[in-house]
């Protein structure tokens, strides 16, 4: 209202206004009965003197923006006036309730700073029926949440109340890598069913055979302290056996054991690979207390990044090579049998676990 | 990955909103946002109130799933559960006397429980463990179908503002001892009780609701009673026990109450009122009885007539009366003594704030008309007068009608409704 407007209404028509100043550093005036409406805005008002003039206009809490508080005070205006009747005042709330849901975060948020309780109440049921009945992928899509649970949290979720970031560190790594193992054996399997014809000598795979006799006792499956490691060991079990089944659709009976016996023994490996892996990190985890505190926060050790990567690439690699290629390097893998490489502050309980694993 | 440009919405509001918005969503919705981000893992964990009813079960045809799975789901719910929990609702039919309950309510007892609520299915009724007697911060207890047998050392809830009792079974004195060692209770309720003979004595006692079969009620010490609602069955041996009472009930039941604002009646309350004998003038004044509705009031019954007067004329601020009449075929079927309405009825007396009346079940015997008359005549502040005939009178219902255009009004702006069905 402008001077001149005030100056021509009748004094009995005069109402007090007070000062409002929203972060932003804007001011404006409120009716009084309406802003007294907030209990927040009341406290100022009564107990510091504060709104009386636009020097001394109440400082609104941050969360509170010009276009909040203007629909805070809608809201108020019309439930401040004491005549209306309870029909009224809901269909009013419905009315006001319709809007997109990022106003209505923000609406309760402000309503909140304010004090006012109603109209927090109002927002937070409306809320409550946007979540109600809404699968988690909708209503991560609705709140802009992000998918930051691994699998294993989804699936057994509040197991670890401790919440130590280390878990979840690890927790992260270890869904990472069983995706990308999947997905390594879903191509190998591929490539397994499309290998009918061997064409190695006879000589080779004798050669193979009996050079590698002492390995296949190194590579078992660790007993698994969680569950779903042998859950997940048993799916590359089954894919082996897939392997192993199309195998055996050879003729020749020689080169079928031996085929088996090479695709067990190499899908072994690249299990008791993994196995060593998560060995390794089930002893991280056994370990954690002999860890230095300050190197892992919440990013992953770089050292041990760079192993983890190291170790998945050659897996990769062997995965996706060629047979003969492949039978080369089991061979070499299978004599020489190198001990996996993980230091982390020369924890020395670590190397002592890798070089068991050779024999 | 997410875009960087679309920000969390509502993860970051204050715990108490959270909680706000968590708490009105069905239990298994809430416990779900635990997969939605690694912000939402434990949000839900620390909600103080938990209900568990019908929405939470998950439906199968296979009976003994359902209640496994229901028992798995609040176990673990509790489990994970972390800090207070004020309030612990279990509404079902699928479960009755179940072991885990037990262990629930231990859980419960020892986390500050303050509101519980356990509403079980029909079938063997659970008891009550002693765990339950322990929790000391008890203010409200709900009991459907349970066996309730409070230990000799237990003294009461001290803190229970709100109890209600519904098909519980439990001795009388320790119903009655139970109710005198809740010194803050507000609220009670009791339904479903077999010839109760009881005494109530709560200080501070503003809402009473009673159904059942009660043999004898005594309101000895309710100074504070606002509103009550009474339904009383009757059995051959109440009835019995009726005759032989002397001891006036009216008196006894509303003999303290003068605070009483509501005062709802159904089937033989006003029965029950009248038993006993007279004792001429009430001692107190409804000075705020407002709203009065008593149900199945048999106007053939002299005493109950009176009951209903006494109450009325001592009621100077009465707003509302709903009155509903009742064939009652047990009332002895003498000639109606008409001239008690001529001579002995109170006629000095002016229902000054009477607005509304409603006569339902009407039978149009003549102490219903000559009632609807006195109220007419003593009324001018009436704005509606509604009368519904019962269903079965069909042909007295034209005399009714005649009768009442020729009953004087005391109030011009009365409109008297004539409701057919």
Same mark, same amino acid.
């Given at each position: 209202m402008s001077e001149v407007d005030m100056a021509v209404i009748k004094p009995e028509m005069m109402k007090s206004y007070i000062w409002l100043q929203t972060a932003d550093g804007s001011i404006q005036q409120v009716e009084q009965e309406v802003a007294m409406f907030c209990p927040m805005i009341c406290h100022e008002v009564i107990q510091k003197g504060m709104g009386s003039s636009k020097n001394y206009a109440i400082s609104l809490p941050q969360r509170v923006n010009p276009a909040m508080l203007s629909l805070i005070l809608d809201y108020c205006r019309f439930h401040q006036v004491p005549g %209306?009747?309870?029909?009224?005042?809901?269909?009013?709330?419905?009315?006001? !309730?319709?809007?997109?849901?990022? %106003?209505?975060?923000?609406?309760?948020?402000?309503?909140?700073?304010?004090?006012?309780?109603?109209?927090?109440? *109002?927002?937070?049921?409306?809320?409550? #029926? !946007?979540?109600? &009945?809404?699968?988690?992928?909708?209503?991560?899509?609705?709140?802009?949440?992000?998918?930051? *649970?691994?699998? +294993?949290?989804?699936?057994?979720?509040?197991?670890?109340?401790?919440?130590?970031?280390? !878990? #979840?560190?690890l927790n992260r790594l270890y869904a990472k890598k069983r995706k990308e193992l999947k997905e390594r054996q879903k191509l190998k399997n591929i490539e397994v069913e499309e290998e009918r014809v061997d064409d190695r000598s006879v000589d080779d795979l004798l050669s193979f055979i009996n050079g590698d006799n002492g390995d296949s006792k190194g590579i078992k499956n660790s007993k698994s302290k969680k569950k779903n490691r042998r859950r997940k060991d048993q799916q590359k079990n089954t894919s082996a056996n897939e392997a192993i089944k199309n195998h055996n659709k050879?003729?020749?009976?020689? =080169?079928?054991?031996? /085929?088996?016996?090479?695709?067990?023994?190499?899908?072994?490996?690249?299990?008791?690979?993994?196995?060593?892996?998560?060995?390794?990190?089930?002893?991280?985890?056994? =370990?954690?207390n002999e860890l230095d505190d300050g190197d892992i926060d919440d990013e992953i050790d770089p050292a041990l990044k760079e192993k983890i990567d190291r170790e998945v690439e050659d897996f990769a690699r062997r995965l996706n090579s060629d047979w003969p290629e492949r039978m080369q390097e089991i061979l070499s893998f299978g004599h020489e049998r190198k001990p996996v490489h993980f230091s982390l502050n020369g924890n020395g309980s670590l190397r002592r676990y890798a070089n068991s694993e050779q024999r | 990955m997410d875009d960087v440009m679309s920000r969390d919405l509502i993860s970051d509001l204050p715990q108490s909103i959270i909680e706000s918005i968590l708490t009105r969503l069905p239990i298994r919705d809430a416990v779900r946002t635990s997969i939605l981000s690694s912000k939402w893992r434990y949000k839900w964990a620390t909600l103080t109130q938990l209900v568990f009813d019908e929405k939470c079960v998950i439906l199968s045809n296979d009976r003994c799933k359902v209640e496994d799975g229901l028992v798995n789901f609040i176990t673990?719910?509790?489990?994970? /559960?972390?800090?207070?929990? /004020?309030?612990?609702?279990?509404?079902?039919?699928?479960?009755?006397?179940?072991?885990?309950?037990?262990?629930?309510?231990?859980?419960?007892?020892?986390?500050?429980?303050? +509101?519980?609520?356990?509403?079980l299915g029909e079938g063997e009724w659970f008891r009550v463990p002693s765990c339950l007697f322990n929790c000391k911060k008890l203010t409200r207890l709900d009991l459907f179908r349970c066996e309730f047998d409070p230990p000799p050392t237990f003294k009461g809830f001290l803190c229970l503002k709100s109890l209600n009792l519904h098909q519980v079974l439990v001795s009388p004195e320790a119903i009655e001892s139970l109710?005198?060692?809740?010194?803050?209770?507000?609220?009670?309720?009791?339904s479903y009780f077999d010839s109760l003979a009881l005494t109530i004595r709560a200080p501070n006692l503003k809402f009473l609701c009673l159904e059942g079969e009660f043999k004898? !009620?005594? *309101?000895? =010490?309710?100074?504070?009673?606002?509103?009550?609602?009474?339904?009383?069955?009757?059995?051959?041996?109440?009835? +019995? /026990?009726f005759e032989q009472s002397s001891t006036c009930n009216f008196n006894r039941f509303l003999g303290g109450v003068p605070r009483l604002e509501r005062l709802i009646g159904h089937i033989y309350f006003t029965k029950f009122l009248s038993i006993g004998d007279d004792l001429g003038r009430l001692p107190i004044t409804y000075a705020h009885l407002k709203v009065v509705e008593l149900n199945q009031v048999s106007f053939e019954d002299m005493k109950e007539i009176l009951v209903v007067l006494r109450l009325i004329t001592n009621s100077p601020n009465l707003r509302e009366l709903q009155i509903s009449g009742s064939s009652n075929t047990l009332a002895a079927i003498d000639a109606p003594d008409l001239d008690f309405w001529e001579d002995e009825c109170p006629?000095?007396?002016?229902?000054?704030?009477?607005?509304?009346?409603?006569?339902?079940?009407?039978? &149009?015997?003549?102490?219903?008309?000559?009632?609807?008359?006195?109220?007419?005549? =003593?009324?001018?502040?009436? +704005?509606?007068?509604?009368?519904?005939?019962?269903?079965?009178?069909?042909?007295?219902?034209?005399?009714?009608?005649?009768?009442?255009?020729?009953?004087?009004?005391?109030?011009?702006?009365?409109?008297?409704?004539?409701?057919?069905?």
């Open positions: %209306r009747s309870n029909k009224e005042r809901k269909s009013f709330d419905e009315k006001f !309730i319709r809007m997109d849901t990022k %106003r209505l975060c923000e609406l309760t948020s402000a309503a909140d700073s304010l004090q006012l309780k109603p109209l927090v109440d *109002l927002t937070s049921r409306a809320l409550a #029926r !946007i979540i109600e &009945g809404k699968s988690p992928e909708e209503i991560r899509e609705i709140f802009h949440l992000p998918d930051d *649970l691994t699998e +294993e949290e989804k699936l057994e979720p509040l197991k670890n109340t401790t919440d130590d970031p280390r !878990i #979840r560190l050879e003729p020749n009976g020689l =080169n079928q054991v031996c /085929h088996s016996a090479e695709v067990g023994q190499k899908v072994r490996a690249g299990v008791g690979a993994t196995s060593n892996l998560h060995d390794v990190e089930d002893d991280i985890f056994d =370990n954690k | 673990r719910t509790l489990f994970l /559960h972390q800090g207070p929990i /004020h309030k612990f609702q279990l509404t079902t039919t699928h479960l009755q006397c179940c072991p885990d309950i037990d262990q629930w309510l231990l859980f419960l007892s020892r986390n500050d429980i303050k +509101e519980l609520v356990l509403e109710i005198s060692g809740c010194p803050l209770l507000e609220s009670l309720a009791l004898d !009620i005594c *309101l000895e =010490n309710t100074p504070l009673l606002v509103a009550m609602s009474v339904a009383m069955y009757m059995t051959d041996d109440i009835a +019995e /026990h006629s000095n007396c002016t229902f000054k704030q009477l607005r509304v009346v409603r006569m339902t079940d009407m039978s &149009g015997v003549p102490h219903e008309m000559e009632f609807i008359k006195f109220l007419l005549a =003593n009324s001018p502040a009436l +704005e509606t007068m509604s009368i519904s005939p019962c269903v079965y009178v069909m042909d007295g219902r034209l005399n009714m009608l005649i009768e009442l255009l020729r009953f004087r009004r005391a109030s011009a702006q009365a409109e008297i409704l004539f409701i057919q069905d």
